[in-house]
């Protein structure tokens, strides 16, 4: 019987790593026509829902335990988790779904689906608290707008109870026309612990926009919960209008980043063209280089990632999701604690940056097409999966 079973797991491995070959080779494929992170995604489900039985366990740590929350999500893009504990996730169509207790409730929280381009890139795709949420109840989205013309939008809803209330939106800025290209939107957005809210921009197709300051493309913004323009920003008094929310300039497409709030630092995920994948610290009026680079250069005028890794050779890199280590109740072993934790896309993986030695390490595998990372207050870490629209949680000890 031990020879069967060894049997059966060896069949199981091959045929994981023929989809995971496949998979690569489709995403590399959707990479030389510029589109990196969710056209590829849509193929690859086709050909890996008959095997998603046999994919769906990672590999993490011994003492760790991973478990599924939720499954059946519809092309979810950003999960953000209230004050309450409840996890918020954002379906790239233009609906915010709830899961609350482990149960994903039926209803969605908000569905904008009419007013949301998700063409590509495109859709719903950030999603933030105010920090006085248990307050005032507003939460902050960022989406493509198919009005007057497509371009993304950053705007809030004011939430009641596990819905929205109606015609509450309240629209804070809207981002330059989006033109034809469909990739390179970013997405994130979070509130730093100058109670700013930081959105991240990507360069809409065209790199030269991240050094231009006429135009929000490849760039992280900060405004104030209004929507109004922090006077200390810093290109505030040398740009005009809606430039003025320029905070850094000169990346790619900053899928995600993520918010220290002890300390204020943010960390910022750049997805690469065709040779590295950068973790950038964001650091007030930086330019991080592209187009004239990724990853490291000799140049000064410009900042240099603290975390880069290269390309897979026969497959997609992306950069995505990630958070911190500082949960209201630590559950994990001590010395993860502040620690940074980032995914990639195509990979499957969960990597582990400890900010005291700057050192990387590995820890978990298997994770499928990673979109968002974020740590719950009771010490648990989230990891969203975009195929089979997944919710994993991972633990330590009972």
């Known amino acids: 019987m031990a020879q069967y079973k060894s049997l059966n797991k060896n069949i ?22 510029g589109r990196k992170l969710f056209i590829p995604l849509e193929l690859a489900v086709i050909v890996t829902v008959a095997f998603a039985p046999l994919m769906l366990k990672a590999a993490v740590p011994a003492g760790f335990k991973q478990s599924i929350v939720v499954r059946n999500l519809i092309q979810p893009t950003r999960m953000a988790i209230a004050p309450d ?14 899961v609350e207790q482990g149960s994903l409730q039926t209803q969605p929280f908000l569905n904008i689906a009419s007013r949301v381009d998700s063409q590509g890139e495109r859709g719903l795709l950030g999603i933030a608290f105010d920090p006085n949420f248990l307050i005032n109840q507003w939460v902050y989205v960022f989406y493509t707008s198919k009005t007057p013309v497509i371009h993304n939008r950053v705007s809030r809803f004011k939430a009641n109870g596990d819905t929205v209330l109606p015609e509450s939106e309240d629209v804070l800025l809207e981002i330059q026309a989006s033109g034809s ?18 959105i991240a921009v990507g360069d809409g197709g065209t790199s030269t926009n991240a050094q231009l300051m006429e135009n929000l493309k490849g760039k992280i913004l900060r405004i104030n919960k209004d929507g109004s323009i922090p006077s200390d920003n810093p290109f505030y008094h040398s740009t005009t209008g809606i430039n003025r929310a320029i905070w850094a300039k ?12 002890e300390t204020g630092r ?7 063209e065709d040779t590295w994948e950068e973790v950038n610290q ?27 890794y290269p390309h897979n050779p026969i497959g997609c890199t992306a950069i995505v999701g990630s958070a911190f280590y500082n949960p209201i109740n630590d559950r994990f072993p001590s010395d993860y604690v502040g620690d940074y934790f980032y995914g990639d896309l195509c990979a499957g993986w969960v990597r582990r940056y400890d900010i005291a030695t700057k050192k990387t390490t590995g820890f978990a595998n298997g994770m499928g097409q990673i979109v968002d990372i974020q740590v719950g207050l ?4 989230y990891v969203l999966r975009r195929d089979g629209g997944i919710i994993y949680s991972i633990s330590f000890g009972n």
């Not at 290209?181 to 930081?198: M, P, T, V």
């Not at 930086?286 to 000064?300: D, M, R, T, V």
């Open 12 to 33: 199981i491995q091959f045929f994981v790593l023929q989809i995971q070959l496949f998979v690569s080779f489709l995403s590399r494929l959707a990479n030389k026509c």
């Open 250 to 261: 000169g990346l790619r497409n900053p899928y995600s980043f993520a918010v220290q709030r």
């Open 266 to 272: 943010i960390f910022i995920n750049d997805v690469g």
């Open 378 to 381: 009771g010490g648990v870490m």
């Open 85 to 98: 504990g409840r996890i918020f996730i954002t379906e790239q169509a233009g609906r915010i779904r709830i």
């Open 282 to 308: 964001g650091i007030k009026g930086s330019n991080y280089g592209w187009p004239h680079f990724e990853g490291n250069g000799g140049n000064p005028q410009f900042r240099n990632p603290i975390i880069v």
């Open 181 to 198: 290209a469909q990739h390179h939107n970013g997405g994130s957005i979070n509130f730093g612990a100058d109670e700013r809210l930081y």
